[in-house]
């Protein structure tokens, strides 16, 4: 089963950082997954949210290089919600329990989509920075599986992980992709009926993000994104980590956009 699941850093990984279990619902059966790594004391973390087949752990190696950066990375793994409000209101009550009043949100697939709809739900008092989306969506209509949504809690666990499984690359890949896809089929596999059915609901269910309430908000590519908060309060890293050169170079990139803002 793949090189990822048994490769150095998937389990360096595993060992250094603890996977945590929080409940912030009146009910105890929603638990949230989650591996919070990196400096404590920033309080803007960027938080990662998997796609419908993914865990928290599918973005190890994303974890282990920003920490190694000096940024703090938290990596979510929902509860079973059915509904994108639900969703949204415990979302809240979690970055509450974490004492977080602002993140930036990476979100893959329904991840961005979820990241999108928490920034819309939240902005008459804003929790959400910026948002980094990866092969996300904004309007589930695109699925045209409106109708269906009602009906996946319903069907077996097997049917959903073909409906899934469905969606994944076919034919020759390159041994890179090809890993990455055993990695996230094994993760596939740990997720129960329920979670699967649930996920695929939230994906699929009619419902649309609404622009004027998130168009202030930074969305931007990852490799470029972050840097753009370094030197505020807003900022995932820990200021010892970066260089007063980078800092004066943010600062008057800064200065420039808003002189011709101006």
């Known amino acids: 089963m793949g090189e ?9 990984f595993r060992s ?6 929080i409940i912030v619902d009146d009910d105890d059966s929603k638990v949230w997954s989650l591996y919070d790594a990196g400096p404590r004391n920033i309080r803007c973390p960027v938080i990662f949210l998997p796609p419908v087949s993914g865990t928290a752990d599918v973005f190890f190696q994303q974890i282990l290089a920003l920490t190694g950066w000096g940024y703090r990375v938290i990596s979510l793994q929902y509860p079973v919600y059915w509904d994108l409000l639900e969703f949204c209101d415990g979302f809240r009550k979690l970055l509450d329990h974490l004492q977080l009043d602002k993140v930036h949100i990476f979100g893959a697939s329904l991840g961005g989509f979820l990241a999108q709809k928490f920034a819309e739900y939240a902005h008459k008092s804003p929790r959400v920075h910026s948002l980094i989306l990866c092969n996300s969506f904004s309007d589930t209509s695109i699925f045209n599986q409106s109708w269906t949504a009602s009906s996946f809690w319903l069907m077996p666990g097997f049917m959903l992980k073909k409906i899934v499984l469905g969606n994944f690359t076919a034919g020759p890949v390159d041994p890179k992709m090809a890993d990455a896809i055993d990695f996230m089929v094994d993760r596939l596999e740990s997720l129960g009926q329920g979670e699967l059915a649930s996920r695929l609901t939230l994906n699929c269910q009619n419902s649309y993000v609404e622009p004027h309430k998130i168009k202030d908000v ?6 470029i994104h972050l840097r753009q908060f370094h030197g505020t309060r807003y900022a995932a890293i820990d200021p010892a980590m970066v260089s ?4 004066e170079v943010h600062k008057a990139r800064i200065e420039n956009r808003n002189e011709e803002e101006l």
């Open 16 to 21: 250094t950082v603890p996977l945590k279990k």
């Open 4 to 12: 990822i699941k048994v490769s150095p850093d998937y389990n360096w």
């Open 218 to 223: 930074p969305v931007t590519i990852m490799d």
């Open 244 to 247: 007063a050169e980078e800092l």
